[in-house]
Each structure stands twice: as structure tokens, then as C-alpha cells.
């Protein structure tokens, strides 16, 4: 618990002066004001995450957290629950979805086990496992409120880690058989949002598996009456390894100021929880992509992300965030790369003046 708090303790808004400057910088280059529409307002919040106008990304990496789901057994999914561990040897051999997404970015995958059912003896996997998969929810708490606070913390070490050793743009990902169900479920326990806006049918469901999926989800919050004003309850009543991993990532990038890029549905979630223990961290969050589950258009009111994307994805793992990538990537080479009004001898003064009435007629 120290670390968690250590760590949401040095959580501080953004800079909002460096953005301001940021914008300056971003309006003296050679082009309409507002023209290049996201791109701009990425480039003004990266300025406020790093406190510097100027910004250009070193090491790019996705933290995959991988785990189990004990509400798996109460057939809530398609696929057999040891497709997480051939997940964990996949993602470290390169062969999953989100590796040849990372290679074209250019981004490194940590993957980390952080609550396989087995032990996973693999090179390149971080071993963090908590326990070996949750609980059925159904049935009891997925974990307890100790365990869920050993989780975020292990996440927050390991992202702290690659912050240490220059990675400098992070991304968050997920493998685990069950874990759209346990996201519904924090999600519906956060919000009490009418369940169909809630779940959707993860991997590939059948109708008489996506109605049994909904009743699961319905079931256990009313069994457990998680507390949506404590996040950690609903961690520990509802919730999955990978998803409190995923907060650990989220805070540990806002305490040490890093841009953390969200995927999907489940990553969102954990971007909705670890907005719940500390307001702020949602200014360090970049989403990427909207998933295809009904959850992602609530969690996009809840937290006020806007995605950049809407491709009808809806894999997990990272994929989202590698897109992006080279979107955050190109929207910093502009303020760095682009020509500006010098150029045609006019001078910031002369163009604040015209940018001025250009909003005039033109606001964002």
C-alpha cells in the first residue's frame, strides 16, 4: 500500500503554461490555425504531460499484462482458458496481433504474468503473478482487497522500471480468456449503466452465451454490492489481474509524467478505475482507438476520451496503441519539423493578431 500511495501522491495535474507555450509554438507554424485538428491538440497536451514545449520519443513500449479469470468457468467464453498461456508464449515469439503492430511502430512489448493459471517459465515474460487467476466471481470476491492493491503495485513497478531504462511513451495491453466479462463487470459496478450498454459479446459469444454472460455480470455486483466510490472494492469484488495491473501502468505514468496510450475496452476500464483513485491521471491519458464493445461509447462520456480511431477493433493486447504510435510520433515532429511564419518575415506578434481573428471566425 505505501507504493500506491506514494504514487497517487505524486500525481499533479498537467502543466497548462507549457501547453500554452506549446500552442504558441504550434500557431507560428506555416498553417491555418487548427488546421492539422488532433495532431495539435496532442502536440499541446504531450507539452503539459513533460512540462517541455519541445518533445521527441526515444523508446516506445506496450505493457501486456496477462491473466486468468476464475468467471470463466461459468461459460462466459468461446475459448478454452489455456488460449491465455499460448497467448504468453506467442506474444514473447512475436506472433501475436500486437507484434507486428510493435515492430511496424517500432515499440518493444513487456509482457508480464501477472495471473496465469499455470506457472509460465517463458524468456521474456516478467514473472509478477499475484495469484493464479481470480476467483469466480459468481461465487465469491475475484481477489481480495490486499491482493488488488499487490496487483496496481506490481504494475506501477513495472512501468516504473521502463521509465527508468528511457522508454518514454507507454502503451497498455491485455491477454487473458474471461476478461471482457470481469471489465463489464467493474464497469456496470462503477456506473449501474443498463447492461446492454454495458456488455458486449468479447470473443465471437452465442446468443445463449452472451445472455449468460450479461446474467453473470448482473448477478455478481448485486452479490457483492462492490462500492463504486472505492475502486479497490470494485478491484477486488469484480475485477481482474490484468485490469488492476493496467492501473498500476496508468498511475505510475501520471506520477512520473510519461504519456500512456489506452487500447480497448478492458484497458479503458482500467483507465475509468485508475481515474477513480486519482482524478488527475486522466490528463496523461491518450486514447487510441474505439473498440467495437457497446462499453467503449460509456466509458468515451464517463471519461471524456476522445479515440482517433474507429477501425471496429475489438483484439486487446496493445493493438490500439501501436496504431497510434506513429500518430503521437508525427504530431511532436511538427512543432519540431514544420516551417514557420519567419519564413514570410512575419514576426509572433503579427501573426497572434491574425490568429486571433482567424478563431474569431473559426472556433474549436
Keep these: 500500500m505505501h507504493l500506491l500511495k506514494q504514487t497517487l501522491d505524486a500525481i499533479r ?11 504558441r509554438e504550434i500557431d507560428y507554424c506555416l498553417k491555418p490555425p487548427g488546421s492539422l485538428g488532433k495532431l495539435e491538440s496532442m502536440a499541446r497536451q504531450i507539452a503539459g504531460i513533460t512540462g517541455q514545449v519541445h518533445n521527441a520519443i526515444r523508446k516506445k513500449a506496450i505493457v501486456v499484462m496477462m491473466a486468468d479469470n476464475g468467471v470463466y468457468s461459468e461459460g462466459v467464453a468461446m475459448y478454452p482458458q489455456d488460449i491465455t498461456r499460448i497467448g504468453a508464449e506467442f506474444v514473447t515469439t512475436g506472433r501475436m496481433g500486437v507484434n507486428f503492430l510493435a515492430r511496424q511502430a517500432g515499440a518493444d512489448i513487456i509482457a508480464v504474468d501477472i495471473g496465469i493459471q499455470v506457472d509460465v517459465d517463458l524468456p521474456g515474460v516478467i514473472n509478477r503473478k499475484v495469484r493464479y487467476g481470480t476467483a469466480n466471481f459468481l461465487k465469491e470476491p475475484a481477489m481480495t482487497r490486499e491482493e488488488a492493491i499487490q496487483a496496481i503495485e506490481a504494475g506501477i513497478e513495472v512501468t516504473n522500471d521502463a521509465i527508468d531504462r528511457g522508454y518514454d511513451l507507454i502503451g497498455t495491453g491485455e491477454i487473458g480468456i474471461g476478461n471482457t466479462t470481469a471489465s463489464s463487470a467493474v464497469l456496470f459496478a462503477f456506473t449501474g449503466a443498463p447492461i446492454d450498454r454495458v456488455v458486449g459479446r468479447g470473443a465471437g459469444l452465442t446468443d445463449e452465451a452472451f445472455a449468460r454472460k450479461k446474467a453473470v455480470v448482473e448477478e455478481a455486483v448485486r452479490l457483492h454490492q462492490p462500492d463504486p466510490d472505492d475502486p479497490l472494492d470494485v478491484l477486488a469484488k469484480v475485477g481482474g489481474l490484468d485490469i488492476a495491473g493496467m492501473v498500476g501502468t496508468y498511475l505510475a505514468c501520471a506520477a512520473r509524467r510519461v504519456p500512456v496510450v489506452t487500447d ?14 486519482k482524478p488527475e491521471a486522466v490528463q496523461y491519458m491518450i486514447p487510441s482507438h474505439i473498440s467495437f464493445e457497446p462499453g467503449a461509447k460509456l466509458l468515451k462520456e464517463i471519461t471524456g476520451l476522445e479515440p482517433m480511431l474507429d477501425m471496429d477493433m475489438r483484439l486487446g493486447e496493445g493493438t490500439g496503441c501501436a496504431l497510434v504510435f506513429t500518430i503521437i510520433e508525427a504530431a511532436l515532429r511538427m512543432i519540431e519539423e514544420m516551417g514557420t511564419f519567419a519564413a514570410l518575415g512575419k514576426s509572433r506578434d503579427e501573426i497572434g493578431d491574425h490568429i486571433m481573428a482567424y478563431r474569431g471566425r473559426f472556433p474549436r
Design 13 to 23: 495535474p498537467v502543466d497548462r503554461t507549457v501547453m500554452a507555450a506549446a500552442q
Design 264 to 277: 480497448g475496452l478492458i484497458s479503458n476500464v482500467a483507465a475509468l478505475a485508475a481515474m477513480r483513485c
